[in-house]
């Protein structure tokens, strides 16, 4: 005849607790998200003691019946789901319209940067071109061309370089 095995009480104990309440939590858990007005559910213990949950109870054994109610959404509760819905709507919107205006002025700082160093690259050129040319004149009402002194041509240069140094920075 085999020898049997010891029991251990520590573990079957455990176990029987750890399965209780993992059937409890669902069971909770079920109670909380079903969406019909009633819920028929039965408790019973087997022969090892180990108390069970279900919808249907097991033949031949005693089973407590539970009438669960369960919970539906109200009216008020669905009004305040669809105003949280449009707020996140409005939400997306708003964020998207900031989004969109972020693009435009990015692009709109690209465009006049863009600008600004084609005009600084005009300037500098316009500067080395007023290095190369000796005399610098201009037409008065009659049509003549009038020459400006050196000391004129060279205010008229530094005048051009002043500007270059305003607007584009140093180089």
Same mark, same amino acid.
């Given at each position: 005849?085999?020898?049997?095995?010891?029991?251990?009480?520590?573990?079957?104990?455990?176990?029987?607790?750890?399965?209780?309440?993992?059937?409890?939590?669902?069971?909770?858990?079920?109670?909380?998200?079903?969406?019909?007005?009633?819920?028929?559910?039965?408790?019973?213990?087997?022969?090892?003691?180990?108390?069970?949950?279900?919808? +249907?109870?097991?033949?031949?054994?005693?089973?407590?019946?539970?009438?669960?109610?369960?919970? +539906?959404?109200?009216?008020?509760?669905?009004?305040?789901?669809?105003?949280?819905?449009?707020?996140?709507?409005?939400?997306?919107?708003?964020?998207?319209?900031?989004?969109?205006?972020?693009?435009?002025?990015?692009?709109?700082?690209?465009?006049?940067?863009?600008?600004?160093?084609?005009?600084?690259? +005009?300037?500098?050129?316009?500067?080395?071109?007023?290095?190369?040319?000796?005399?610098?004149?201009?037409?008065?009402?009659?049509?003549?061309?009038?020459?400006?002194?050196?000391?004129?041509?060279?205010?008229?240069? +530094?005048?051009?370089?002043?500007?270059?140094?305003?607007?584009?920075?140093?180089?």
């Amino acid at each position: 005849m085999p020898k049997p095995k010891p029991v251990d009480l520590q573990n079957i104990l455990l176990s029987r607790l750890f399965n209780g309440l993992l059937i409890g939590s669902l069971l909770v858990v079920a109670l909380f998200t079903s969406s019909s007005t009633y819920a028929q559910a039965y408790k019973w213990v087997d022969a090892n003691g180990q108390v069970h949950y279900g919808d +249907q109870p097991p033949a031949k054994v005693k089973a407590e019946a539970l009438h669960l109610r369960e919970t +539906q959404a109200s009216d008020a509760t669905s009004m305040q789901d669809s105003e949280r819905i449009q707020r996140q709507r409005q939400l997306v919107q708003a964020l998207e319209k900031k989004r969109q205006q972020k693009k435009i002025a990015k692009q709109v700082k690209k465009h006049q940067k863009t600008k600004m160093l084609k005009a600084c690259k +005009q300037l500098k050129g316009r500067i080395k071109h007023s290095e190369t040319i000796n005399r610098y004149y201009r037409y008065d009402e009659n049509g003549e061309a009038v020459y400006y002194s050196d000391q004129e041509a060279d205010q008229l240069r +530094q005048r051009l370089k002043d500007t270059y140094q305003k607007k584009c920075g140093t180089g």
